[in-house]
């Protein structure tokens, strides 16, 4: 938006401001209060979900530390995070028929915040995740294995549910977390099987023989994967004799 636009939209928003305020008989500055009182438990939600992402990428990010020193490389390539958009959980809450409130909102979705940890290999997905499973501040709330019992779309990935607690201004609060770990293979395949599966205008014909094509690549990047792991283990098989 140009300069001349963004002031003639603000300056529209000023007048229906002013008439608004002016019709329910509070002046400007109440009104933004009221408007201000009303965002802070929605502000404070989506906040929380930050807070328990930075707890969960601190974990990982210290047991990646440890075990360059343990076993002289990081198991960990990448960690991404995300908070769901207030779009994508709207969409969701009428999707599933969730009650249209926070609390509803916060005991029945579970993949608000979401951290994806990128690993070398397949061995390293099972290690971090029975690390993270042991601290004692975090919750195991469901266990989904899509790597030993892969989706029919070919779609690998370990993903836990998981509650941890953040200490607030005057409470703790648990906050679930989606995560996800992955081999680089395994997040190439993902990655790229999300963007051509949601191009528009494909005819199911066409859509039929890419499923099928996407499957044959997810058996390709998973064998890599294996070979992968194999040749890992017989470098440590040969160190370990020497």
């Known amino acids: 938006m140009d300069n001349e636009k963004f002031m003639d ?3 529209k928003m000023a007048t229906e401001l002013a008439k608004f305020t002016k019709d329910m008989n509070i002046n400007e500055e109440m009104f933004l209060d009221l408007i201000e009182d009303s965002l802070y438990p929605v502000e404070q939600f989506f906040a929380n979900y930050s807070c328990a992402i930075m707890e969960i990428e601190t974990k990982f990010k210290v047991l990646n530390e440890q075990f360059s ?3 002289d490389g990081n198991p960990i390539e990448s960690i991404h995070s995300r908070v769901k958009d207030y779009d994508s959980i709207i969409r969701k809450v009428i999707r599933k028929k969730i009650p249209r409130d926070l609390d509803s909102i916060e ?3 579970n ?3 979401g951290v994806r ?3 070398s290999f397949v061995d390293d997905i099972y290690r ?3 690390c993270l499973l042991q601290q004692d501040d ?3 709330i469901r266990r989904k294995d899509y790597i030993k019992n892969p989706k ?3 779609y690998r990935s370990l993903h836990l549910i998981v509650s941890v607690p953040i200490f607030l201004e005057n409470e703790k609060k648990d906050v679930k977390v989606e995560v996800q770990l992955r081999t680089i293979a395994m997040d190439f395949w993902a990655s790229l099987e999300h963007k051509l599966r949601y191009k528009k205008n494909i005819s199911p014909q066409m859509l039929e023989r890419l499923s099928h094509e996407l499957t044959d690549c997810a058996e390709i990047s998973a064998s890599l994967d294996g070979r992968m792991q194999n040749v890992r283990n017989l470098i440590l098989a040969e160190n370990g004799k020497q």
């Open 107 to 109: 005991e029945q979705i």
């Open 138 to 140: 975090i919750t195991l």
């Open 9 to 11: 939209s603000a300056e």
């Open 152 to 154: 029919p779309t070919g």
């Open 128 to 130: 971090l995740a029975d």
């Open 111 to 113: 993949d608000i915040a």
């Open 117 to 119: 940890v990128i690993c």
């Open 69 to 71: 020193l343990k076993y």
